[in-house]
């Protein structure tokens, strides 16, 4: 997909080529992966001295491209948008003027069992606040979350495990 830089109505500048730290994380440990239908705090984070605004947008996404799950707003800072199958999460009016850093929070429900792994993709955008597409950067950054299935029953081993007992029960 694209970003706000192949927008030049919007921003001009190279992807990540800033002084910027960003990053996309979750306020949960999803080391283990997600638990299908759980729902989970996500937290988009950038900071850069000496710049005056800063934005983004976050899409969740599985493999296929095919969007991952739901989201809904825990902050009057976000806001989200449907396209196609995909909700698209952004900053407000009033959720992107604070100086040098900001972080924005939202609840993101992971997909069905068997989904499989899921992207969340975040483009970041600093800005000088002139009022021109110039002088501004975006950065990138993703969080990929693997499917937790250790919870998940294994068919495939109980018959196994079934066929073998009942086999040695015959001999």
């Known amino acids: 997909e694209t970003t706000c830089s192949t927008n030049s109505l919007c921003h001009t500048g190279d992807i990540n080529s800033g002084s910027a730290a960003t990053i996309m994380t979750s306020m949960e440990d999803l080391s283990s992966g997600y638990i299908p239908g759980e729902t989970y705090t996500l937290m988009p984070y950038i900071y850069e001295n000496g710049i005056s605004k800063v934005g983004f947008e976050a899409v969740a996404l599985l493999n296929n491209g095919d969007g991952a799950g739901s989201v809904s707003m825990i902050s009057t800072t976000t806001q989200v948008y449907s396209s196609g199958n995909k909700e698209y999460v952004t900053h407000t009016a009033s959720g992107h003027t604070n100086i040098g850093m900001h972080d924005w929070m939202y609840e993101w429900t992971a997909p069905t069992t068997g989904s ?24 990138t950054d993703s969080l990929i979350i693997e499917e937790n299935t250790s919870g998940i029953y294994d068919l495939t081993s109980k018959l196994i495990q079934d066929a073998y007992v009942h086999n040695s029960n015959i001999i």
């Not at 899921?118 to 597409?133: P, Q």
């Open 116 to 139: 499989g792994t899921v992207t969340v993709y975040v483009a970041f955008v600093t800005s000088n606040n002139d009022m021109t597409a110039s002088g501004d950067s975006i950065y």
